[in-house]
């Protein structure tokens, strides 16, 4: 990785990071690894790899690639957790109606089990007459 490419990748991370008002400790606790161990990846002292940035975009909610852009402006992601607000609310009100179809269907099937119930009670006072 070239110096300057490892430089935004870090200065980016150091300003997303504090634009959220996160610790280093807390980065550090999402990656697995201690603060002295995260801070050497933020200062560049250690070279982040590929699955630590995927992590740490997936923790922040951002495409990896945002790590790439020189000249980001991290309050700009804000407009990121809007979106998946957003989205989550979506996915919420599916959820929500999913859940009346199946207990709407449950309390079909327990009707008819009742109605199979009182039908067998039916077929075996018949049987017991007989």
């Known amino acids: 990785m070239n110096n300057r490419l490892k430089q935004t990748i870090c200065d980016n ?33 250690r070279t982040i790899n590929a ?11 951002i495409p990896v690639n945002h790590f790439y852009l020189e000249g ?9 957790d809007e979106v998946y607000l957003e989205q989550l609310k979506e996915q919420l009100e599916v959820y929500r109606l999913t859940l009346r179809i199946h207990i709407s269907r449950n309390e079909e099937l327990e009707a008819k089990l009742k109605r199979k119930d009182r ?12």
Do not use: C, W
């Open 13 to 45: 991370l150091l300003k997303i990071r504090k634009a959220r008002r996160l610790s280093q400790q807390e980065l550090a606790e999402v990656l697995n690894m201690t603060q002295p161990s995260y801070r050497e990846l933020e200062i560049g002292v």
């Open 51 to 61: 699955v630590q940035l995927g992590e740490i975009a997936k923790f922040f909610r």
């Open 72 to 80: 980001l402006d991290p309050r700009a992601e804000h407009n990121t």
């Open 119 to 130: 039908k067998i009670d039916e077929l075996l006072t018949k049987a017991a007459k007989l």
